[in-house]
């Protein structure tokens, strides 16, 4: 067998132009039978089907690469989660943009590692320069902010606890119930007390029970703020909250992994004044940003607010080679191998300007208020608010949260629609987190059609779980 070929240099182009011809037609083939946001049959069906299509993984004779790429990539198509589609709309699981997805095939290409200059000249070049351009964006006012790119807002929560614990020791965080998981997690793994978590019973984090908490709270303390909640799409008083902690001393961080780009919306961004306030931000452009996975963000408003994190080999960043003008990386990352994700988000950025990115994100959110106009039209459905950024939370009314649940897995089963699950302070609701700026009202209709038969479907069986 002839040694494969390699994607780089200047032969690589040749080399991928007919494997990516069969890679796209094999995402159409894939796309095409599973005709749906996701494939039909639950779990069991689709394991045992992808086993079936795809064969022994490792075999004694390889199949060349044509039939390998053919196979795999039509049965991972035909059985994914397409985002892309409308009625795929449960998670902050975002469409990439084509020209970002573009984007990314080149990065996988050079595959430069963003751990040393040497392995990346060009690329810790633009990284430099796109996490300047980007924390600007969100601190404004600072002479020199600096930004990490990273794998997503939990990488980037875990950074701004570590940043904290090394300006201050071993801080306590403070977040509201609707904080991302990622916060405790964080504290766990970077051995800091448990955080305090106040009670969010309308969904944010109320101002009086900060500052109770603030008040009766002994050694440094860390206020962790969420623009954009998971389940809700809500945004907490960043203004309050940033003036509580400069009255109590605490420091602030602020976790807008979901509606940290609102800043690029000129109809939208003062829904996050005060955000140039925090000591550091969480920003993912993988959910309101169109970027493939991933595309995280931790932002601080002084670059050697990260000195922290530098870190020395040898092999990597020599005292003489930096010395010498070498850019050392290892600081820019806990990551020591890690792939040039600026690429992507520097494409877009530039492809589509702000005022492109801006009519991306009002799309979306328009059409979140066109959902929630069609579910308070609707004489069988309940919503449960407003949107504030893309996030919709309904459910049939008068239901209890055995037949919501049951509703949600039913339209799975089907491969009819993706919704997600969130649980507020009454009870079970479907969450619809709209992120594709294609979908039509068409679309969202049809959505709620599939919603209301399914509950039909769960009230004749007396809501059983499937």
């Known amino acids: 067998m002839p040694t494969p070929p390699l994607a780089g240099g200047t032969a690589g182009p040749t080399h991928l132009r007919p494997l990516l011809d069969t890679v796209l037609a094999a995402l159409h083939e894939g796309a095409t039978r599973r005709n749906g946001p996701l494939p039909a049959g639950g779990p069991d069906h689709v394991t045992q089907h ?52 573009a984007a990314d095939l080149a990065a996988s290409a050079l595959n430069p590692s963003m751990d040393s200059w040497d ?43 570590l940043l904290a614990r090394e300006r201050h020791g071993p801080v306590r965080a403070i977040c509201g119930a609707n904080a991302h998981h990622s916060i405790t997690r964080a504290a766990w793994l970077l051995g800091l ?68 780009p609102l800043l690029f919306s000129p109809t939208h961004r003062h829904t996050l004044k005060s955000l140039h306030r925090a000591h550091s931000v969480t920003l993912d452009l993988h959910k309101l940003g169109w970027q493939p996975a ?25 005292d003489d080679d930096t010395d010498a003008g070498i850019p050392d990386l290892l600081g820019r990352s806990l990551r020591t191998t890690r792939r040039p994700d600026a690429l992507k988000i ?4 530039q492809a589509l300007g702000r005022d492109g990115l801006a009519d991306l994100i009002d799309r979306t959110i328009a059409t ?49 629609a993706v919704l997600g699950r969130a649980r507020t302070h009454n009870g079970l609701w479907l969450k619809a987190t ?8 068409t679309d969202l209709q049809r959505l709620l059609d599939h919603v209301t038969h399914a509950h039909t479907s769960a009230t004749k069986e007396g809501s059983t779980p499937r």
């Open 193 to 260: 007390p448990e955080p305090v978590i106040i009670p969010t019973p309308t969904g944010t984090i109320d101002p009086l029970t900060l500052h109770n908490a603030l008040t009766r709270l002994q050694g440094p303390l860390l206020v962790t703020a969420t623009a954009g909640t998971t389940d809700t799409g809500q945004i907490d008083p960043l203004t309050d909250i940033a003036d509580l902690t400069t009255t109590h001393g605490a420091e602030l961080h602020i976790d807008a992994a979901y509606g940290g």
């Open 119 to 161: 392995q990346a000249p060009a690329a810790s070049a633009l990284e430099t320069a796109l996490t300047t351009a980007l924390a600007t964006e969100i601190y404004p006012h600072t002479p020199h902010p600096d930004a990490l790119i990273t794998t997503g807002g939990t990488e980037a929560n875990q950074l701004a606890l």
């Open 434 to 441: 709209l992120l594709n700026p294609h979908t039509t009202p």
């Open 294 to 318: 991933s595309a995280g963000i931790l932002a601080v408003p002084h670059h050697h607010d990260l000195h922290p994190l530098h870190h020395h080999a040898p092999y990597l960043n020599a």
């Open 346 to 349: 520097a494409v877009t950025l």
């Open 50 to 101: 992808l086993h079936h299509t795809t064969g022994l993984l490792i075999p004694d004779h390889g199949t060349g690469p044509h039939h390998a790429l053919r196979t795999l990539v039509t049965a991972l198509a035909e059985g994914a989660a397409d985002p892309a589609h409308p009625h795929c709309a449960a998670h902050l699981h975002t469409p990439p943009l084509a020209l970002a997805a």
């Open 368 to 416: 979140a208020h066109h959902l929630a106009d069609l579910i308070h039209q609707h004489p069988a459905l309940d919503l449960y608010d407003r949107p504030t950024i893309s996030t919709v939370l309904f459910r049939p009314t008068h239901t209890d949260d055995t037949t919501v649940a049951t509703i949600r897995r039913t339209l799975l089963d089907q491969g009819h």
